[in-house]
C-alpha cells in the first residue's frame, strides 16, 4: 500500500488542523492505520491509531483528549483531527500502515506515507 499524506501547515496555538493521509489500494480496510511525529532533534514518537473497523482507537497521552484519529474506508482515507493545538505538537507528522492487530511500536509498521509537517507558532 502506497501512503500519502496531506494537510500540514502553520496553525497558532490552540488552533485546529486536520490531516488527511490517502492509501493506494484495494485494501486499505484490512490496514490498522496510525499517525507519528517526529520533532526536531527528537526520535519519531507514536500518535495515535485506529482498527481496521474504527472499533477502536489510541492515543498517546500527550494528544488525549486534543487529537481525533478517524478513517473513511470507502475512500481510502485516514484522518487526523487536531484541536487546541500546542507549540509542542509542532513535527513532521507521517501516516503509517500494517497488517494485523493494533500496535503502537513503529518497527511494525511496515508501510510510511512522505510526512507533513505541522508547524505551531504564534
Known amino acids: 500500500v502506497q501512503l500519502q499524506a496531506s494537510g500540514g501547515g502553520l496553525v497558532q496555538p490552540g488552533g485546529s488542523l486536520r490531516l488527511s493521509c490517502a492509501a493506494s489500494?484495494?485494501?486499505?480496510?484490512?490496514?490498522?492505520m496510525g499517525w507519528f511525529r517526529q520533532a526536531p532533534g527528537k526520535e519519531r514518537e507514536f500518535v495515535t491509531a485506529?482498527?481496521?473497523?474504527?472499533?477502536?482507537?489510541y492515543y498517546a497521552d500527550s494528544v488525549k483528549g486534543r487529537f481525533s484519529i478517524s478513517r473513511d474506508n470507502a475512500k481510502n482515507t485516514v484522518y487526523l483531527q487536531m484541536n487546541s493545538t500546542k507549540p509542542e505538537d509542532t513535527a513532521l507528522y507521517y501516516c503509517?500502515?500494517?497488517?494485523?492487530?493494533?500496535?503502537?511500536?513503529?518497527?511494525?509498521?511496515?508501510?510510511w506515507g512522505q510526512g507533513t509537517q505541522v508547524t505551531v507558532s504564534s
Open positions: 503509517a500502515a500494517r497488517a494485523g492487530g493494533i500496535s503502537f511500536d513503529q518497527r511494525t509498521f511496515p508501510f
Open positions: 489500494g484495494r485494501t486499505f480496510s484490512s490496514y490498522v
Open positions: 485506529v482498527s481496521r473497523t474504527v472499533s477502536s482507537t
